[in-house]
Every structure is written in structure tokens, then in C-alpha cells.
């Protein structure tokens, strides 16, 4: 995959996870990782809690293993790189996340409306 989609999907995981463990968790504490990827270093800044940056570093090794040139949809992959309960955890985080943000966009857009 590109250095544009690798960027573009560890923002969105980084967005999703912080959103979640935000909702979610307490204890949060701020985290640097870091990680490389097609010889690019990347420092990244993330307030969560000891279970999250964990999955989330999970996440970022299995992007940056990802040997799709197209990345697909993890759920529509033929070659899956997530174990089931990695997986499983991360879709759950997805999901909640996108419903709440897009709910919250939503909300915004007619706020936006009425001024």
C-alpha cells in the first residue's frame, strides 16, 4: 500500500481508538509509538489506556504487514493478518466509533442549520 493509505488508515485507527477509550475506559495516559514504515519513521502521539495502546499497536504491526498493494477491507480479506480475538476487538472499536462520530456530525450539520 501507498505511504498516503498507510497514513491515512493509522490516523483513522488512532482517531477511532482514542474515541473509544476515551467513552470507555479511565487511567488514560499519554503515549508516544513509534514505528516505521517503507523506510518512514512515525511518531505518534496517543492518549489511551494500557489494553488500547496495545491493540493498537497490534494494529499498526499488522498494516505494516499488510501485503496487499490495494488494501481491502480487513472483514473482505482472502488472506487475513488479524488473530480472531484481535480482530473481533478492533471491529468492535470501529463500530462504535464510527456511529458515535457520525451521530455527532450529524448533530453539528443541524446545530450549523438553525444558526
Known amino acids: 500500500m501507498t505511504e498516503k493509505k498507510f497514513e491515512t488508515e ?9 474515541y473509544y477509550c476515551k467513552d470507555k ?3 488514560l495516559k499519554k503515549n508516544v509509538v513509534k514505528f516505521s514504515y517503507n ?8 492518549l489511551l ?3 488500547c495502546i ?14 496487499h498493494e490495494i488494501k481491502p477491507r480487513c472483514r473482505n480479506c482472502s488472506q487475513p493478518c488479524y488473530d480472531k480475538t484481535h480482530w473481533k476487538n478492533t ?6 466509533s464510527a456511529i458515535r ?3 455527532s456530525s450529524i448533530k453539528q450539520k443541524v446545530k450549523n ?3
Do not use: P
Not at 493509522?10 to 482514542?18: C, P, R
Not at 496495545?54 to 501485503?67: A, P, T
Not at 471491529?91 to 462504535?96: L, N, R, S, T
Open 10 to 18: 493509522i490516523d483513522t485507527l488512532k482517531k477511532f481508538y482514542e
Open 25 to 27: 475506559h479511565d487511567n
Open 39 to 46: 523506510n518512514k519513521n512515525y511518531n505518534m502521539q496517543l
Open 49 to 51: 489506556c494500557d489494553e
Open 54 to 67: 496495545n491493540n493498537i499497536k497490534y494494529s499498526f504491526e499488522r498494516l505494516q504487514e499488510c501485503k
Open 91 to 96: 471491529a468492535k472499536v470501529m463500530k462504535y
Open 101 to 103: 462520530l457520525g451521530l
Open 113 to 115: 442549520i438553525f444558526k
